[in-house]
């Protein structure tokens, strides 16, 4: 069954980067899209960016343009997210979730999140 | 930028009908899913391309989309259902994956 696990998070200092990690299993990784999603304490759902299946494509929403970044281990069934520049705002559960391949970016499965803190 | 914009609460009484709504201008033209997200869990997949079930959803979660709203409705609303749902599309116009603010079903 498809499984997605997120690692990585944690507590971190304004200004100061984090990589996080999501390991894919259960489906071929190398064929599907995937996304981040956010979402902050007590808050809604925030789509962070989304990949291609092959990195070919990436998109990011506007609020992390410029200092997250995506990328994709094919052969490691991987995907990461760089973040930079850390601020307060962006505390909050991060989501790894599989596309449906639909050609409407839907979240078809998502992994259980992994908590990044940013305070000092 | 797109927005979507959802009631934040619904409340129902078991067996009723839940309807709730996401409006966006010109939604009926995109497609649209929905999420449910039960508290302390990932969210899950419940609606895809405006009324297409999810694997393993039950029958009684239907969707529609058309003019400016999206509507998911619940159908003999369960105390299982009580959970927050979230519409979402894809924005072409500027490539992005755009959610509402979600939904706070209570099943009283």
């Known amino acids: 069954q498809v499984q997605l696990v997120e690692s990585g998070g944690g507590v971190v200092q304004p200004g100061r980067s984090l990589r996080l990690s999501c390991a894919a299993s259960?489906?071929?990784?190398?064929?599907?899209?995937m996304h981040w999603v956010r979402q902050a304490p007590g808050k809604g759902l925030e789509w962070v960016t989304f990949?291609?299946?092959?990195?070919?494509?990436?998109y990011y929403a506007d609020s992390v343009k410029g200092r997250f970044t995506v990328s994709r281990d094919n052969s490691q069934n991987t995907l990461y997210l760089q973040m930079n520049s850390l601020r307060a705002g962006d505390t909050a559960v991060y989501y790894c979730?599989?596309?449906?391949?639909?050609?409407?970016?839907?979240?078809?499965?998502w992994g259980q999140g992994t908590l990044v803190t940013v305070s000092s | 930028s797109y927005d979507l914009t959802q009631p934040p609460s619904l409340s129902v009484s078991p067996g009723q009908t839940a309807r709730i709504t996401c409006s966006g201008d010109?939604?009926?033209?995109?497609?649209a899913c929905w999420y449910q997200q039960r508290p302390g869990q990932s969210p899950v997949l419940i609606i895809y391309?405006?009324?297409r079930r999810s694997s393993g959803i039950p029958e009684r979660f239907s969707g529609s989309n058309s003019g400016n709203t999206a509507t998911l409705t619940i159908s003999g609303t369960e105390a299982v259902d009580e959970a927050d749902y979230y519409c979402?599309?894809?924005?072409?116009?500027?490539?992005?994956?755009?959610f509402g603010g979600g939904t706070k079903l209570t099943v009283l």
């Open positions: 391309q405006d009324s």
């Open positions: 979402q599309v894809w924005d072409t116009a500027t490539a992005h994956v755009v």
């Open positions: 990949i291609s299946y092959d990195g070919s494509s990436e």
């Open positions: 010109r939604l009926g033209a995109k497609n």
């Open positions: 259960g489906f071929t990784f190398s064929t599907y899209g």
């Open positions: 979730a599989k596309d449906r391949a639909d050609g409407y970016k839907t979240s078809h499965f």
